[in-house]
């Protein structure tokens, strides 16, 4: 009896579900692929975006000393080589002589006078032994054997003092070369002591003042680039993709004095893979600034707001584009198919590209002996 009441049930649920499934309509194909494509021309709004600075610099010297001269101050413009000042140097100016002096010393050394007088003596040592040599053999008993030996002693040693001398030279060659490395690294030490802009820029700050000690490494001034600033921005993961991001143009527009809007063209240059503690994550655009009467319209520190225009965004799979929808490992359903799950009332199952995550069903278990047996 209990069993014919559960199949009685089974068979009534299954039929009203027939029936919903026959309402189910097919999502059209067309509206299906405009929702895996993105809106690339429909423009993005970015609000409270951040100017901040590309290109800065503090500038320092690897040498100590007192500054001697400060050609710059607050405001002013610079280029990349040019001195902006001097710290004193007569230190480094007599270590300067002191290394010219010595590579005079080591090139007088570097003669090969002595090379060319051991050559000749041992010509003049070789002759007279040929001619002791000859006169023996003419004479015998014409020259002593004391003599003999000293003659041939003579040669061998005018041979050796070749060799050495041609050594010296060698050395005194060296010598040469370190003389003038150390008289290089005491001109690059007299460098050191003048700062050099190294970009084109703006000096902002100041640090030091003529007379002040500057330890190494210590910042002397700071410089910035204002022609290109970076715009920094943080976006929901749950609203904008990256591949929506990135490479597109953007247009920065800035509140100014009194309400007045400017608009500054730029691109997406940057965009972070990792979430920030926010829940978002950062992007940044770069955009050319412009001046006015001298002056810089977009200034670091500003809020702004960012539009960024269409562009270049790709197709996404429908189940990463609808937020009310769901990923599911299983097996797609067709129109007229139908799953069960634990405790719950029989529902038709739509098509795959519109099935909402309540319709997801598990399979139903049989029925044994006449009870529903969940998993």
Known sequence: ????????????????????????????????????????????QLEHCLVSLIHTV??????????????????????????????????????????????????????????????????????????????ETQTRGAVAGNEMRRLENDAQRTTLAIERSERDLALTHQTLEVRTTELDATSLELELHTLLASMNGHVVDVYKHSGEWLAVGEPLLRVVRLDRLRIEAFVDPTELGPQEITGRQVRVTAVLERGRVEEFPGEVTFVRSII????????????????????????PGLLVSMTLHGGGLESVEPQTRLHEQQRSDRPLLGKSQIRFTQGSTLRAVRPAAAIPHWTQWRPMQPFRNGIWRPE
Do not use: F
Request: proline share 3%; net charge neutral.
């Open 276 to 299: 920030d503690t926010n829940g978002q994550y950062r992007i940044q655009a770069e955009v050319a600034n412009r001046q006015e009467a001298g002056h810089w319209l977009l200034r």
């Open 58 to 135: 503090e500038l320092s010297t690897p040498v100590a000393g007192t500054i001697d001269d400060l050609h710059i101050k607050s405001g002013s413009v610079v280029v990349a080589g040019q001195p902006l000042a001097r710290l004193d140097d007569r230190s480094a100016v007599m270590r300067q002589r002191v290394a010219e002096a010595r590579l005079r010393e080591a090139g007088l050394a570097a003669s090969d006078v002595d090379v060319r007088v051991a050559h000749t003596a041992a010509r003049l040592a070789r002759l007279a032994l040929s001619a002791a040599g000859n006169a």
């Open 1 to 44: 009896m209990l069993r014919s009441i559960w199949l009685s049930a089974w068979c009534i649920h299954a039929g009203c579900a027939l029936l919903v499934a026959q309402d189910v309509s097919v999502q059209p194909a067309d509206q299906s692929t405009a929702a895996t494509t993105t809106a690339s021309a429909q423009p993005i």
